[in-house]
T-cell receptor, first 114, second 114 residues
Framework: EPEVTQTPSHQVTQMGQEVILRCVPI?????FYWYRQILGQKVEFLVS????????KSEIFDDQFSVERPDGSNFTLKIRSTKLEDSAMYFC????????????FGSGTQLSVL | AQKITQTQPGMFVQEKEAVTLDCTYD???????LFWYKQPSSGEMIFLIY??????QNATEGRYSLNFQKARKSANLVISASQLGDSAMYFC???????????FGTGTSLTVIP
């Protein structure tokens, strides 16, 4: 079965540094998402992306965050100046369409901000 | 606003018994989908089952079934004949057709006892 690929699996960074989390969604999918999960708790929505632009974003997704789909296959999440509270598992996900189309998740990037 | 509530932070079940994980939702949209995901200790998010708001029959997928009670706005997951490998976090999620965001509950941690 096709899958969403995320790299790296683990990222350690110093507070204030920029990080880029990378994702390759499933090739025929049209909707892309970033979610995060702190310490196995609630899965929090960050942003959704469709037709080369952000379609929805949460309060968490402030000016420190940005997303990009630079080349038609990769989908990246950038955190400009990381804070301690950004430490979490970041999941990329994609969906073929709306309605009953399920969300396919990547295996996540565990971000640790020191 | 959309909301998913899972009131059982932790559940235990004997191997081979059935277990019901509760999920209630709140939305003013008439058209929506309800999803259940499993997250084992390895961290990946695995799709289990889907129920559409207009589906008249309860969804079933192998040992998983969804007890959909639209008037009560509940979408409980029933796992029959529990296996040790069912021990995991289970998340209920909803997507409304007027948006593309998936809303997740806080999850239920299921432990299957031999």
């Amino acid at each position: 079965e096709p899958e969403v690929t995320q790299t790296p699996s683990h990222q350690v960074t110093q507070m204030g540094q920029e990080v880029i989390l990378r994702c390759v969604p499933i090739s025929n999918h049209l909707y892309f998402y970033w979610y995060r999960q702190i310490l196995g708790q609630k899965v929090e929505f960050l942003v959704s992306f469709y037709n080369n632009e952000i379609s929805e974003k949460s309060e968490i997704f402030d000016d420190q965050f940005s997303v990009e789909r630079p080349d038609g296959s990769n989908f990246t999440l950038k955190i400009r100046s990381t804070k301690l509270e950004d430490s979490a598992m970041y999941f990329c996900a994609s969906s073929r369409g709306m309605g009953n189309e399920k969300l396919f998740f990547g295996s996540g990037t565990q971000l640790s901000v020191l | 606003a959309q909301k998913i509530t899972q009131t059982q932070p932790g559940m235990f079940v004997q191997e081979k018994e059935a277990v019901t994980l509760d999920c209630t939702y709140d939305t003013s949209d008439q058209s929506y989908g309800l999803f259940w995901y499993k997250q084992p200790s390895s961290g990946e998010m695995i799709f289990l089952i889907y129920q559409g708001s207009y589906d008249e029959q309860n969804a079933t997928e192998g040992r998983y079934s969804l007890n959909f009670q639209k008037a009560r706005k509940s979408a409980n997951l029933v796992i029959s004949a529990s296996q040790l490998g069912d021990s995991a976090m289970y998340f209920c999620a909803m997507r409304v057709d007027t948006g593309n965001q998936f809303y997740f509950g806080t999850g239920t941690s299921l432990t299957v006892i031999p």
